[in-house]
């Protein structure tokens, strides 16, 4: 029976279920009644033709935008996601529909007293407060739901701080706010849960998850598979370079590391595991490749367009300073990939079995056209982000016609309208949920009562406070979404970063790594869970493999800290190119020192030089670099010669 079970979690409907275990966003309702589904189906494509809609012709008022897009959002979540996990899947239950109406009411009630609401000023009436703490009520459950217990936990601890942070001693204390004050603060203002990260996710998160969801219904997932196995399939080990390529495109477009943890690893890890990788180290390739899919530009995690916003800069500035942390994180998981199939002797996958560059460039290579498009518009046309999505869409629609295999039918864009609605409510619900924690830190000033608590025991020592405020992304993110941790962490960490004079941008980027990298960081590594799952690996090990694998992408942030160089802030352009070559030497041999093998196997004393050598040329600073270089020449003379004295002593033997 045990066997069985086993092998059940090996076939598509076993995948179903890991994805189900690890994310509870996929746990929603399958309705048998046709006419439920027909009207769930109205319901999201309506959500996703609103958002056309204004992306085009312009959006109503802030707070009334925000608003219809947040009753949206519930309205789905309470039709869609059961109140317990046991609850009925197929079936609704009455008073989701009475939420659901409820949500819909948040929203008409600030259409109707738009006006009312704005000459009041700030100063609630009877009605404000009861519709106010309806929304509050409402996001709660609909975050516990999606989300998990964690998020609106912690929302209801800022919300009770609020009302009684004046019987607090020390710094931590307030004057205190009344129920009023507090409702009125997170329902009529832009303050709260319509607050900044709601407004991004109204605008532009919606409509990147939307291009991705037409991606998926024109074959893009088909066809970055096939694209990777032509060009990495029949090198050493193939199948694990597959899986980073694969993993990392798909990961860039879709935003969800444990969805794409279970999409593509379905296809990449019993093909690693079958050239000879092992269960543990199978999985966590998949879930390094997949979490880094977050900090791949052109489209990196939701995360980065509310730190864009946040900071008021170009999306464009934010994925570009990420371009060469991005590739450095990636080429640290194929180095150590390469040298480990150099180790175990593993070959790549026959070129028969494989298709070609031209078949899969004949039959899917004008995929790739809508995605020159975007980058185009996001980096050189000087248009909007809105703009840029919007046609960006078109443009995929109109590109996946020329070929049979990626032609969309009106029952296909029908169901991309659909599944970009659907993919939205997670990020969403995130957003709004994080907004009472963010409005309550406005309102109370916690955040920089927090960020002074943390430079005064971090002893004004960055140092120290780098590695606190890392230590508090990844707790925080073991236990809530990237997006909401991101916030959190950018609210009340990233400061103390700043008073210490860290540029606020580079603030920022450390906190927005360090939270997605909670995914690979035992105890709680979702992703690599989840990868565990598909793989018959040990979840605790796979976790602890995955972190090795990403060890770049811990070691980075410190050192763009410390030299903004890695950023490509304020450098020209020979700088540049020097701290792209030293960085990419250096984590080679970052990679080699974790590997512990360079032509044959390293020694330990060797392994540790190898390492030291590695931080010196990653650090862009010119004697370091010269100082890692010498490191790494004498290194390979050594590692050379002994394999050649290995190979001269074994044909002599034989």
Same mark, same amino acid.
């Given at each position: 029976?045990?066997?069985?079970?086993?092998?059940?979690?090996?076939?598509?409907?076993?995948?179903? =279920?890991?994805?189900?275990?690890?994310?509870?966003?996929?746990?929603?309702?399958?309705?048998?009644?046709? +006419?439920?589904?027909?009207?769930?189906?109205?319901?999201? *494509?309506?959500? &996703?033709?609103?958002?056309?809609?204004?992306?085009?012709?312009?959006?109503?008022?802030?707070? =009334?935008?925000?608003? %219809?897009?947040?009753?949206?959002?519930?309205?789905?979540?309470?039709?869609?996601?059961?109140?317990?996990?046991?609850?009925?899947?197929?079936?609704?239950?009455?008073?989701?529909?009475?939420?659901?109406?409820?949500? *819909?009411?948040?929203?008409?009630?600030?259409?109707?007293?738009?006006?009312?609401?704005?000459?009041?000023?700030?100063?609630?009436?009877? @009605?404000?407060?009861?519709?106010?703490?309806?929304? *509050?009520?409402?996001?709660?459950?609909?975050?516990?739901?999606?989300?998990?217990?964690?998020?609106?936990?912690?929302?209801?601890?800022?919300?009770?701080?609020?009302?009684?942070?004046?019987?607090?001693?020390?710094?931590?204390?307030?004057?205190?706010?009344?129920?009023?004050?507090?409702?009125?603060?997170?329902?009529?203002?832009?303050?709260?849960?319509?607050?900044?990260?709601?407004?991004?996710?109204?605008?532009?998160?919606?409509?990147?998850?939307?291009?991705?969801?037409?991606?998926?219904?024109?074959?893009?997932?088909?066809?970055?598979?096939?694209?990777?196995?032509?060009?990495?399939?029949? $090198?050493?080990?193939?199948?694990?370079?597959?899986?980073?390529?694969?993993?990392?495109?798909?990961?860039?477009?879709?935003?969800?590391?444990?969805?794409?943890?279970?999409?593509?690893?379905?296809?990449?890890?019993?093909?690693?595991?079958?050239?000879?990788?092992?269960?543990?180290?199978?999985?966590?390739?998949?879930?390094?490749?997949?979490?880094?899919?977050?900090?791949?530009?052109?489209?990196?995690?939701?995360?980065?367009?509310?730190?864009?916003?946040?900071?008021?800069?170009?999306?464009?500035?934010?994925?570009?300073?990420?371009?060469?942390?991005?590739?450095?994180?990636?080429?640290?998981?194929?180095?150590?990939?390469?040298?480990?199939?150099?180790?175990?002797?593993?070959?790549?996958?026959?070129? &028969?079995?494989?298709?070609?560059?031209?078949?899969?460039?004949?039959?899917?290579?004008?995929?790739?056209?809508?995605?020159?498009?975007?980058?185009?518009?996001?980096?050189?046309?000087? +248009?909007?982000?809105?703009?840029?999505?919007?046609?960006?869409?078109?443009?995929?629609?109109?590109?996946?016609?020329?070929?049979? @295999? $990626?032609? #969309?039918?009106?029952?296909?864009? %029908?169901?991309?309208?659909?599944?970009? /609605?659907?993919?939205?409510?997670?990020?969403?619900i995130a957003c709004a949920a994080v907004g009472i924690i963010v409005g309550v830190a406005t309102l109370t000033g916690f955040g920089l009562k927090l960020a002074n608590g943390i430079v005064a025991i971090g002893g004004e020592s960055l140092m120290l406070t780098l590695i606190f405020t890392m230590i508090a992304c990844i707790i925080l993110g073991m236990g809530l979404p990237s997006i909401p941790t991101y916030i959190i962490t950018a609210t009340m960490a990233?400061?103390?970063?700043?008073?210490?004079?860290?540029?606020?941008?580079?603030?920022?980027?450390?906190?927005?790594?360090?939270?997605?990298?909670?995914?690979?960081?035992?105890?709680?590594?979702?992703?690599?869970?989840?990868?565990?799952?598909?793989?018959?690996?040990?979840?605790?090990?796979?976790?602890?493999?995955?972190?090795?694998?990403?060890? /770049?992408?811990?070691?980075?942030?410190?050192?763009f800290v410390y030299n903004n160089a890695l950023l490509m802030i304020d450098t020209t352009f020979f700088e540049g190119a020097v701290v792209t070559l030293t960085s990419i030497t250096g984590v080679i041999m970052l990679g080699i020192s974790v590997e512990r093998h360079y032509f044959v196997p390293l020694s330990w004393p060797l392994r540790i030089v190898m390492f030291l050598g590695s931080i010196m040329l990653i650090t862009p600073n010119m004697l370091q670099?010269?100082?890692?270089?010498?490191?790494?020449?004498?290194?390979?003379?050594?590692?050379? #010669? =002994?394999?050649?004295k290995n190979h001269h002593e074994l044909t002599a033997a034989s």
């Amino acid at each position: 029976m045990e066997k069985a079970a086993n092998q059940d979690e090996h076939t598509p409907d076993g995948h179903l =279920k890991i994805l189900e275990k690890y994310d509870t966003e996929s746990r929603f309702r399958v309705f048998k009644n046709k +006419k439920m589904t027909l009207v769930i189906t109205l319901i999201a *494509v309506g959500f &996703s033709l609103y958002h056309l809609y204004t992306s085009v012709l312009g959006a109503p008022p802030t707070l =009334k935008h925000r608003s %219809v897009h947040v009753a949206f959002v519930l309205a789905l979540i309470f039709l869609l996601y059961p109140a317990r996990k046991k609850g009925s899947r197929s079936k609704l239950v009455w008073y989701d529909v009475i939420l659901a109406l409820l949500s *819909v009411a948040t929203s008409v009630y600030l259409f109707a007293d738009y006006l009312g609401i704005i000459q009041r000023g700030g100063i609630p009436n009877n @009605t404000d407060i009861v519709f106010g703490v309806l929304l *509050v009520v409402l996001v709660l459950e609909a975050a516990r739901r999606v989300t998990g217990w964690a998020l609106p936990v912690l929302a209801v601890l800022f919300f009770l701080y609020a009302l009684y942070g004046r019987n607090f001693s020390g710094i931590f204390r307030h004057r205190g706010y009344e129920w009023d004050m507090v409702v009125n603060q997170l329902y009529v203002t832009t303050e709260g849960i319509f607050g900044t990260a709601i407004g991004v996710s109204a605008t532009y998160i919606f409509l990147f998850i939307l291009f991705g969801a037409v991606l998926g219904r024109s074959g893009m997932g088909q066809f970055f598979n096939d694209f990777a196995l032509a060009v990495a399939g029949h $090198t050493k080990g193939g199948p694990a370079k597959v899986a980073v390529l694969a993993s990392g495109m798909l990961g860039s477009i879709n935003g969800s590391a444990i969805a794409n943890v279970v999409t593509t690893g379905a296809f990449t890890i019993p093909l690693m595991k079958r050239i000879g990788y092992k269960n543990n180290f199978a999985g966590a390739v998949e879930a390094t490749a997949s979490v880094g899919g977050q900090i791949l530009p052109p489209i990196m995690g939701a995360a980065a367009f509310i730190m864009a916003e946040v900071l008021s800069i170009p999306y464009s500035t934010v994925a570009l300073a990420a371009i060469l942390p991005a590739a450095l994180y990636y080429l640290g998981i194929i180095t150590q990939i390469h040298l480990r199939a150099s180790k175990e002797g593993l070959e790549g996958i026959k070129r &028969s079995e494989l298709p070609t560059i031209s078949e899969v460039m004949k039959e899917r290579g004008h995929l790739f056209l809508p995605l020159v498009f975007l980058i185009y518009m996001l980096f050189f046309s000087g +248009k909007t982000i809105i703009f840029a999505a919007f046609w960006t869409i078109i443009i995929t629609v109109l590109v996946a016609q020329l070929r049979k @295999t $990626t032609r #969309m039918s009106f029952k296909d864009i %029908v169901g991309a309208l659909e599944d970009g /609605a659907r993919s939205a409510l997670s990020v969403a619900i995130a957003c709004a949920a994080v907004g009472i924690i963010v409005g309550v830190a406005t309102l109370t000033g916690f955040g920089l009562k927090l960020a002074n608590g943390i430079v005064a025991i971090g002893g004004e020592s960055l140092m120290l406070t780098l590695i606190f405020t890392m230590i508090a992304c990844i707790i925080l993110g073991m236990g809530l979404p990237s997006i909401p941790t991101y916030i959190i962490t950018a609210t009340m960490a990233a400061p103390a970063l700043v008073k210490l004079g860290v540029e606020p941008f580079v603030a920022h980027m450390f906190v927005f790594y360090f939270g997605l990298f909670a995914n690979l960081t035992p105890p709680v590594a979702l992703a690599a869970f989840a990868a565990a799952g598909i793989s018959g690996g040990s979840p605790m090990r796979t976790g602890f493999v995955s972190m090795k694998l990403a060890i /770049a992408g811990f070691i980075v942030p410190y050192i763009f800290v410390y030299n903004n160089a890695l950023l490509m802030i304020d450098t020209t352009f020979f700088e540049g190119a020097v701290v792209t070559l030293t960085s990419i030497t250096g984590v080679i041999m970052l990679g080699i020192s974790v590997e512990r093998h360079y032509f044959v196997p390293l020694s330990w004393p060797l392994r540790i030089v190898m390492f030291l050598g590695s931080i010196m040329l990653i650090t862009p600073n010119m004697l370091q670099d010269l100082a890692g270089l010498v490191i790494l020449i004498i290194i390979t003379i050594l590692q050379w #010669m =002994k394999m050649k004295k290995n190979h001269h002593e074994l044909t002599a033997a034989s």
